[in-house]
């Protein structure tokens, strides 16, 4: 028998690593995930960009582990020159996000939380129309969970018009993602905006402490009351943010090939996912941008324990806070975090004993 799939799932080449030793390797594939932080428009696949384009190379220069964005205006300009050729309809959003969501259910991920910008979504159609033909894409993939967020930017309602408004009515959005640098203070009508989408029942984000200093986590957190920050690598900063996001039970989703890509921070060795994680802050790790950074989930975890300090006890208690996040039933999530302890404590080596039940 022979059968043809159009998106065969694919577990992605390293990038970052030379080689994963093959036990650990094999202890990553094996522990249930969550991806949290992953923009549509930065996770386009390479081959659907090609189509548009087939003089591109066959793999981007920017995957490469050395390259460095030299800023954030550069990152947003390569987005839209991927983004913009190949994201011109429903039909090829759907796609893009069923091959999205078949890489990550090749990397045994379990659910993903996705977003797309809402000024890239307008070009292809209405907040509702974008998300819809997201969810199609999203139910070809069984066995991963997917749940759809806009990603709003600061100065959205100014630059982009009263369209904004339609988000939070779209009947397949299930929360909303702060997006964009960082200027202080937040504008009064994004406060009002996350207020009205959490009376509504949505899930709120925020992109805070990537280019922002730790003040910004501060800000997102009292102002808008997100109880999810995207990145939040610069808290560390301040004991004083750092205590905040632990009392209040902040999960930071973090994304270090990212930050390591966008000079948030000089290497991996430096980046502060370790301290933030001792310090009790709850963490999860994610790619953002793999199509920009090359960044895939099974090499976020390896470099964890090869170049930021961690064990494999950590990675499974990251994982585990995934699923804590999820927006998924008590039972559901219960069942995937046992999952993750059950599979990961059977396959510590010896050296590293039993895993904590909580923290
Ligand atoms: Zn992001």
Known sequence: MSFSHANPPLVPSLRYCDSIEPELAAFIDALPKAELH???????PWEQIRSTDPSLPERPDVWDRNFRFASFEAFLELCDYYCMPWLTSLDRCAASVEAMIRTCAAQNVRYVETSIDLGAALRIGSPADVLAAMRVGASRVEGVTVRLFMGISRDAL???????????????????????IEPMPIEPWVVEFWRKAQEMGKMTKAHAGEFGPAASVREVVEKLNVTRVEHGTRAIENPEVVALLRDRNVILDVCPISNLKLQVVP??????????????????????????????????????VTEMGLDRQDLITIATN??????????????????????GTSMLPASEGPVALER
């Open 38 to 44: 992953l923009h549509i428009d930065g996770a386009l």
């Open 158 to 180: 100014p630059r982009i018009g009263p369209v904004v408004h339609e988000v939070l009515d779209a009947p397949d959005l299930n929360g909303i993602d702060l997006h964009g």
């Open 267 to 304: 290497s991996l060795a430096e980046h502060p996912i370790a301290a933030l994680h001792r310090s009790g802050v709850i963490c999860t790790l994610n790619t953002d941008d793999p199509l920009d950074f090359g960044s895939t989930l099974r090499e976020e975890y390896a470099l964890l």
């Open 322 to 343: 995934g699923f804590r996040a999820a927006l998924l039933s008590v039972e559901e999530k219960n069942q995937l975090i046992g999952e993750v302890k059950r599979i």
